[in-house]
């Protein structure tokens, strides 16, 4: 077992710890991009509420719920419908990096349930049009792009380039290999553009701020605070 990772049963003999279980749901497809760039997998994630990446699924209580209901009722409120999650889809459980928002430890449980092509364009569907949670804790779902285009920088350099939650890209990262989506050779291409992304991006923030503080101190000019304050009229 790698480090910081817990048996189910050393998860569930924590007293006081939060629980929280995620699934990564995925299908094999056939379907090439543009004709001729092979998707090879459907991997589904979200974009949370607050802007990251993660996977469907949420905090789940297991003095009142086995840990897969507690999971299976999450996913019906996100995904609109209540996919039956079994034990045999239970990959890990480890101790999240603690937050702020609660002085009580969270472990994480992560599940992986492979589909038909078909079942995850209901699920797609359904979260689009029947979720109670879409529009508001989820933005939307979406899927992995697997492959690399663009001279590497498109495609899944890209895409594990953006912020994700908690451990969500080291779940990801993780299964694609122990699943065999992805290459490792693959992986590490992808890694190594995706640190070079990320360094532009800040760039691209540092550069953006600073016209953001151009434009506020040039707006700054034409409104005159003087005029424009009781206090000095
Ligand atoms: O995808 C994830 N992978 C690992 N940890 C995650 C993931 N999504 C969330 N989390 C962590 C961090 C969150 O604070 C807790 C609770 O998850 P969340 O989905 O936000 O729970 P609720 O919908 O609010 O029940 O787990």
Redesign the pocket.
Same mark, same amino acid.
């Given at each position: 077992m790698a480090s910081g990772q817990l048996s189910r049963a050393e998860a569930l003999a924590c007293a006081g710890c939060r629980h929280?279980c995620?699934v990564m749901l995925y299908c094999d497809t056939r379907t090439q991009l543009f004709g001729r760039i092979p998707i090879r997998h459907v991997v589904l994630m979200q974009m949370?509420f607050d802007g990251l990446l993660?996977?469907p *699924?949420?905090?789940v209580n297991p003095s009142e719920e086995t840990l897969e209901a507690g999971l299976s009722r999450?996913l019906s409120e996100e995904l609109g419908v209540a996919l039956p999650i079994s034990v045999e889809d239970h990959v890990d459980s480890c101790h999240?990096p603690s937050?702020s928002?609660s002085s009580r430890q969270?472990i994480?449980h992560?599940y992986v349930k492979k589909m038909e092509e078909e079942q995850i364009r209901e699920v797609e569907k359904a979260a689009a049009s029947t979720a109670t949670d879409h529009g508001q804790?989820v933005l939307g779902m979406v899927r992995v792009p697997l492959y690399a285009m663009q001279g590497g920088d498109g495609g899944l350099a890209s895409f594990l380039s953006h912020s994700f939650? *908690?451990?969500?890209r080291s779940?990801l990262i993780d299964s694609l290999l122990s699943l065999n989506l992805v290459s490792s050779a693959e992986l590490q291409k992808a890694l190594a553009n995706s640190l070079k992304i990320h360094e532009n991006a800040a760039e691209d923030l540092r550069a953006a701020t600073e016209t953001l503080l151009k434009l506020t101190c040039s707006g700054n000019k034409q409104f005159d605070p003087q005029q424009h304050n009781p206090a000095h009229a």
């Open positions: 929280a995620h949370r993660g996977f *699924g949420g905090l999450e999240a937050s928002s969270l994480t992560f804790e939650i *908690g451990n969500a779940q």
